[in-house]
């Protein structure tokens, strides 16, 4: 596939997103993230530069920790609702993507699969969806269960999530199935629609889909699990692979090893884009830009960093030797094991990384601060090994964007590493030029195409 790098912006409805403190920091809006007008503009900023799309991060609960602490410093907490914020921005766009992240866990599939389908009519094909499992122990107790659900055990939970939303979207109506024919007084061909009797371990689900199929049918599919069980996830399911690699030399392993597994579970190895999470700190000089980090770091809090460092495990790491092998731990986090499997990935060759690296680690590898030509010199180290794109996350909001637009952007734009123009149709023909709006053969969702009631 011969196309320009992707770039999205990386966002999360919440004042605090992943640098935790700087929501501080004079002129940074993200503590408006409940004004419909900031996001509004965010997008139209977007499309503007012609950014590819908004992907919002989510959580479903509290991170582990003291609520004290979480309320105080604002660690994802409290959080709004990412796909309302979507048909304003749409509204206000003509070209931009929209990708929200919703949970197994957060929502019934058949009256998710509602909910996207719905958007996907009213942005013209413009929504994709990150899927994950939810390691939050807080939203488990919350939807009704004891405690958190096994890793493993969650991601086999998505395998049957998903695949009630696949008959739904793919198996419920055939195409041709929508007639609108006045003059017979028939809107749509009943034996065209099938129910789709689900009977699984979780759920049974009769069908059909309410909606009518809606210009992708299939939303855009991202995956961003790092441990052995996302990687399959993603290997068997996923359009675009969120990385979050913290050196080229990481990402092309993950890459290397993403393909294999989509090989073998029958896919092709250009299925999936691979999108890399970085931010971006620009000064006209590499001094200005290192003191333009300074300044931003003196925003930053500690205390926060660890705690959502130890939320997203499920590990209290305040009250751990910082000196303990991460090896050591893996096997043991009830959470997310893709941050630590991140940071080993990312070590040096024949070193043991611990604790406190990966509390360094968490701050700085996404992290890439020089002149526009400096920090467009790295995106190109990630393209040669395989990424196809950023999904740019900030410090400062807007300040990161704003300056990635008018900095970093032209620059990119003359290596020939960032799109000039927008290319015609739904989200999915923008990323994958030369191919429809429709999942391609090779996805395993479409074997449902062919039930029938």
Request: net charge negative; charged share 25%; hydrophobic share 40%.
């Amino acid at each position: 596939m011969d196309r320009p790098m992707i770039f999205n912006f990386f966002v999360m409805n919440t004042p605090s997103h992943i640098t935790h403190g700087t929501w501080r920091k004079p002129g940074c809006e993200s503590v408006d993230y409940n004004n419909l007008d900031m996001w509004v503009e965010l997008a139209k900023l977007a499309e503007s530069a012609k950014i590819d799309g908004l992907f919002f991060a989510d959580v479903f609960g509290l991170y582990a920790g003291p609520l004290e602490t979480i309320a105080r410093h604002a660690i994802q907490f409290p959080i709004s609702d990412p796909s309302m914020l979507i048909s304003a921005m749409a509204y206000a766009t003509k070209n931009l993507g929209f990708v929200y992240t919703n949970s197994v866990l957060q929502a019934h599939p058949f009256a998710f699969a509602r909910a996207i389908s719905t958007l996907d009519h009213l942005t013209k094909g413009r929504v994709g969806w990150n899927v994950v499992t939810s390691a939050s122990d807080n939203g488990s107790r919350s939807m009704g269960l004891p405690s958190i659900v096994d890793h493993d055990e969650r991601y086999r939970w998505a395998e049957e999530y998903i695949e009630v939303v696949y008959k739904l979207w793919e198996g419920s109506w055939e195409d041709g199935a929508i007639v609108k024919d006045a003059a017979t007084g028939v809107y749509a061909d009943a034996s065209k629609i099938h129910k789709i009797h689900h009977k699984g371990e979780r759920y049974s689900v009769e069908g059909p889909h309410l909606v009518e199929p809606s210009p992708q049918r299939t939303p855009v599919l991202f995956q961003a699990g790092a441990s052995t069980a996302g990687l399959a996830f993603a290997a068997k399911h996923a359009e675009g692979a969120f990385l979050i690699s913290g050196a080229p030399e990481a990402s092309a392993r993950k890459i290397a090893e993403i393909k294999k597994l989509a090989c073998e579970a029958g896919r092709n190895d250009d299925d999936i884009l691979f999108i890399e999470g970085l931010t971006f700190v620009v000064g006209s000089t590499e001094e200005e830009a290192r003191r333009k980090e300074a300044e931003l770091e003196e925003w930053m809090s500690d205390e926060a960093q660890m705690t959502i460092m130890g939320g997203g495990t499920g590990l209290d790491v305040r009250e751990m030797d910082p000196d303990t092998p991460l090896v050591d731990l893996l096997e043991k986090i009830p959470g997310m094991r893709g941050g630590i499997q991140l940071a080993l990935d990312a070590a040096p060759e024949g070193t043991t990384p611990r604790l406190r690296d990966l509390l360094r680690f968490s701050t700085k590898r996404w992290r890439v601060v020089g002149t526009p030509e400096t920090i467009a010199d790295r995106i190109q180290d990630y393209r040669e090994v395989g990424v196809n794109g950023i999904n740019i996350m900030y410090m400062d909001l807007p300040g990161t964007y704003r300056d990635f637009v008018d900095f970093v952007a032209p620059v990119l734009k003359d290596r020939g590493l960032m799109q000039r123009e927008y290319r015609e149709g739904t989200f999915r023909e923008k990323l994958y030029p030369g191919r429809g709006s429709k999942l391609e053969a090779s996805h395993p969702a479409i074997q449902y195409r062919t039930i029938a009631s």
